[in-house]
């Protein structure tokens, strides 16, 4: 760095130091516009990932495509059901969970800040105030006599430092702290996916266990009434102690069915109540005894699906972070240049009315800095740089494959249920024919009462089936929509052409996270 060099302000050198600094902090500059063109380490480029032409399980089941809605949005209003739509805002405007993740959006948005600060030079002012006194004494000294001499100090100086990133260290920074932000926001994005839908599985199988009640109880009453039969057959003596005793053993058994369900359902509405944000003691549900039908629901297509989950978009944007900070790590190799400028004004006065004269100083200059050995450290930082780079590649390509893997799972189990549904349907009809066969012969004598009691345990079987495959076919209407990332678009525009592609910036739906605490 230059020497420190200060002229009085009446000096006649002032002025061309001032032209000199002017000159140099102008040729800085420029020197350093044109030497941050460069940027060392990979420029970034996608990674690569074969997706199939085609889902295996998608065959034909899907007939026709539902009402229109944007990728992540109201998706499960398709279902219409007023109770859902009613609840699934509130997942965004007050789980504390997604609130959590908000806040850690917002952290790494602060840190790119962070980063991009280093781009502009540094300025500072420093101001001090001195009083010193030397002689013969002080007047606080006991017993000291003679003159004493105070002298007065007071400068102000005004400086500025700027690190030129010659090497691009500061804009690889940037680059990988920007791709975190944009992790976060699509964790972000995941999370309030992976909340909604679990409200929506929550919701469906609380309306199940309410269907699953309504079934209980009407079998109950349809139990009570044949035991009362039993007993007047009983009393008329065409009826045996036998018949009345399995009777009450087959009406205990369903009262103790309905009552398992009364433990079921409030654990149900208390994790809804946790979701939406509220206590469980301020929180219910009316009973509602009836499912929605099954919704069919667009896969698309495997090469859309990359583009269109969040959590695929996290782990490539974390892949792109990586990247960038292999040009972070091989910039060390380089020098680091610093310039600096100074510029104040200095005086100095005696309280005895000695000389006084102000002083005014500036300094320029730049310095050097450069590692000439540290044991192979930057060498072992470029390799877990690249190393760390390769292991978020394997991360987002393992990911995406099971992306794939969940559509095809969840369109298998759809197709499967479509078809188990049909059959389940068939069954509860013959269960109920066999039923009411059963119970006229009963009545005319013709056969036991055994026959009776197999009768109703199959027709209850197979219609309590039935509602637990209604059940499992909503849970998997749900769980693809999750799998092909929370929504999709008309036929007009397929998901993951044109604006559907993009990765939003900020969805409608994340906006309601910009007041939190309202």
Same mark, same amino acid.
């Given at each position: ?205 609380? /309306? #199940? $266990?309410?269907?699953?009640? +309504? *079934?209980?109880?009407?079998?109950? &009453? =349809? %139990?009570?009434?044949? @035991?009362? !039969? ?86 490539? /944007? #974390? $892949?792109?972070?990586?990247? +960038? *900070?292999?040009?972070?790590?091989? &910039? =060390? %190799?380089?020098?680091? @240049?610093? !310039? ?94 066999? *039923? ?83």
């Amino acid at each position: 760095m230059s020497p420190l060099k200060i002229f009085p302000l009446h000096s006649s050198q002032w002025r061309p130091a001032i032209n000199l600094l002017e000159s140099r902090q102008a040729l800085i500059l420029g020197v350093g516009l044109l030497l941050s063109a460069c940027a060392v380490g990979p420029d970034y480029e996608r990674p690569k990932v074969e997706s199939p032409a085609q889902f295996k399980e998608n065959k034909g089941w899907v007939q026709a495509a539902p009402h229109a809605v944007s990728a992540q949005g109201a998706w499960w209003t398709i279902f219409g059901d007023e109770t859902l739509n009613a609840l699934e805002p509130k997942v965004v405007q007050a789980n504390q969970s997604l609130r959590a993740s908000y806040y850690a959006y917002q952290q790494a948005l602060a840190l790119t800040d962070v980063a991009r600060a280093a781009e502009y030079p540094t300025v500072g002012v420093a101001v001090s105030s001195t009083r010193t006194s030397f002689g013969g004494g002080t007047a606080t000294t006991v017993g000291t006599t003679g003159p004493s001499t105070v002298v007065e100090g007071k400068s102000v100086a005004f400086s500025a430092s700027w690190v030129p990133d010659f090497w691009g260290k500061v804009r690889r920074q940037v680059e990988s702290n920007e791709a975190n932000a944009e992790a976060s926001h699509d964790n972000l994005l995941a999370a309030q996916l992976s909340l909604q839908t679990t409200l929506a599985q929550t919701y469906f199988q609380i /309306r #199940q $266990v309410d269907s699953q009640m +309504a *079934l209980a109880q009407s079998t109950v &009453s =349809a %139990y009570e009434k044949f @035991l009362q !039969l039993t007993q007047n057959r009983y009393v008329a003596g065409v009826a045996t102690k036998a018949d009345v005793a399995q009777a009450q053993s087959q009406l205990a058994n369903a009262r103790v069915q309905l009552a398992s369900f009364n433990v079921q359902r409030p654990q149900l509405e208390h994790a809804i109540a946790v979701l939406v944000g509220e206590a469980p003691a301020n929180f219910s549900l009316p009973p509602m005894p009836s499912l929605p039908p099954p919704q069919a629901i667009p896969a698309g297509l495997p090469s859309q699906l990359l583009l269109r989950r969040p959590d695929l978009g996290a782990s490539e /944007r #974390q $892949v792109a972070a990586a990247n +960038a *900070l292999i040009g972070v790590a091989k &910039s =060390a %190799y380089f020098p680091s @240049l610093t !310039l600096s400028a100074q510029r104040g004004w200095t005086s100095s006065s005696t309280f005895s009315n000695l000389i006084s004269a102000p002083n005014a100083f500036w300094s320029v200059g730049p310095s050097l800095a450069e590692t000439l050995f540290e044991g192979g450290l930057r060498r072992a930082q470029v390799a877990q740089s690249e190393n760390a780079y390769q292991q978020a590649v394997a991360q987002y390509r393992q990911l995406s494959l099971q992306a794939f893997q969940q559509v095809e799972d969840q369109l298998a189990a759809l197709s499967a249920l479509f078809e188990e549904a049909k059959l389940q349907q068939d069954a509860v009809a013959a269960a109920e024919e066999s *039923l009411r066969l059963a119970t006229n012969q009963y009545k005319s004598g013709t056969v036991s009462y055994l026959n009776v009691i197999t009768a109703q345990t199959t027709a209850y079987t197979a219609n309590n089936q039935n509602l637990l495959i209604a059940g499992q076919q909503l849970t998997a209407n749900v769980a693809l929509i999750q799998a092909l990332g929370g929504g999709w678009e008309d036929e007009a525009q397929p998901a993951g052409s044109g604006d559907g592609a993009k990765r939003p910036e900020k969805s409608s739906d994340t906006e309601l996270h910009e007041n939190p605490d309202h």
